[in-house]
């Protein structure tokens, strides 16, 4: 049996807020307004309107929606704050001469059974829409790597145990 998280009322006002709110965007890109009524013909729904101003029975609804489709349990599952030798590297993380170790299995090794050849220095690295996108790795040979900067192949040496 799974073990469910249960929102609050307050957080679960807010997640129903932000889904109507991306409702509201994809029916008004689609041709859609605010109408007193919904009028297939006209394009106007009632609903169109900010989570706060909706009846009480459309946020009940909307509320039930987030409920049925597990968003609670889903959302607190997939976020995670990282930490260690391998969580996701960010720009913010990149500098010249980060040790860092390759990782052929995706899984950070115990630092006494790292080779020598494994081992390596971040030398550069690459942006795209202001997310870190590679980095490229000089080696302890003197090669040169370049790797997708989230692939788990590389781990920040200095955060092995």
């Not at 009480?56 to 997939?78: K, N």
């Not at 052929?104 to 997310?131: H, I, M, N, T, Y």
């Not at 590679?134 to 040979?141: K, M, N």
């Amino acid at each position: 049996m799974r073990n469910h998280f249960t929102l609050d009322r307050t957080a679960l006002d807010q997640i129903a807020a932000i889904a109507h709110r991306l409702w509201c965007e994809r029916m008004k890109s689609k041709g859609w307004r605010y109408g007193d009524r919904v009028c297939v013909e006209d394009r106007t729904h009632d609903a169109l309107v900010p989570f706060d101003r909706l009846s009480e029975a459309d946020q009940i609804a909307a509320r039930r929606s987030i409920r049925c489709m597990e968003l609670e349990h889903r959302l607190t599952e997939e976020i995670s704050c990282a930490r260690g030798p391998d969580r996701d590297y960010v720009l913010e993380d990149m500098k010249a001469g980060l040790r860092v170790v390759f990782c052929p299995d995706f899984r950070p090794p115990a630092v006494e059974r790292v080779p020598q050849s494994e081992k390596g220095e971040v030398e550069s690295w690459r942006c795209l829409g202001g997310e870190l996108e590679s980095v490229r790795v000089r080696w302890a040979d003197g090669s040169r790597g370049e790797y997708p900067a989230n692939s788990g192949e590389l781990a920040r040496l200095d955060e092995l145990t």
